[in-house]
């Protein structure tokens, strides 16, 4: 009885600490369950805002990643991945913290949201120009493009749809995290390949903009049939 009481009570909390967006990612049914973990071990103390704060703080460890990695040692570029993980903490758990602890505020949380999110993005571009050669410092431009391009069609596809989805397919925030781990690694092990990465990250993020914007102008189109009828 005990054990589908908590199974119960479980399925609650999921439920409410993810019911304002909808994710389609490929990590996320082990990325739930971990941050529900977390979401109970967070001191009382902790509020919202500073998990904000500490997203913004791993943001700020990958850029300096950079910088150092540029004028010192690139083996100093592994320290991002630090600072990724402990963005991702900060990101993923402000919002969930909330809405866990049932003092959510749904739209003030959205704004401040998006616009960490949009800091934070500049920030590891501008880390990757600073490190980069000359020749390859556009694809930190178009990489905070690109992104900020994804960010636009998320906010249009809540504004049409009225679902809130951050993730493009199989591929959310969490897992370009992964990616770029990965390539921090390899470009300590073999220098330059980072730019090789830098080249295939712009072209599939290009690739993966450009069919949600056509998915998106369709649900526009369907949107503007139903609103005739």
Do not use: C
Not at 13 to 40: H, P
């Amino acid at each position: 009885m005990e054990d589908i009481i908590k199974e119960k009570e479980g399925n609650a909390d999921n439920k409410r600490v993810f019911s304002d967006r909808e994710r389609t990612n490929i990590l996320l049914k082990g990325e739930q369950r971990l941050i529900l973990f977390l979401l109970k071990k967070v001191p009382g103390w902790i509020t919202p805002n500073i998990m904000t704060g500490i997203g913004m703080f791993g943001s700020l460890i990958v850029f300096s990643a950079f910088i150092l990695g540029r004028f010192h040692s690139r083996n100093y570029l592994l320290v991002g991945i630090l600072g990724l993980i402990i963005n991702w903490l900060g990101d993923s758990l402000d919002g969930r913290l909330a809405y866990y602890r049932k003092i959510a505020r749904k739209w003030y949380g959205f704004a401040l949201d998006i616009v960490m999110d949009w800091l934070s993005i500049i920030l590891i571009g501008l880390g990757y120009y600073f490190y980069a050669s000359q020749t390859t410092q556009v694809f930190a431009f178009l990489f905070v493009v690109l992104y900020g391009w994804s960010m636009i069609i998320s906010q249009l596809r809540y504004k049409i749809t009225g679902f809130y989805q951050i993730d493009s397919g199989r591929l959310g925030p969490t897992e370009l995290r992964v990616i770029i781990s990965l390539i921090l690694i390899t470009e300590t092990l073999f220098v330059g390949s980072i730019t090789y990465f830098a080249i295939a990250v712009t072209i599939l993020l290009l690739l993966i903009n450009i069919i949600d914007t056509l998915k998106l102008l369709k649900a526009g189109d369907t949107k503007d049939q139903e609103e005739k009828e």
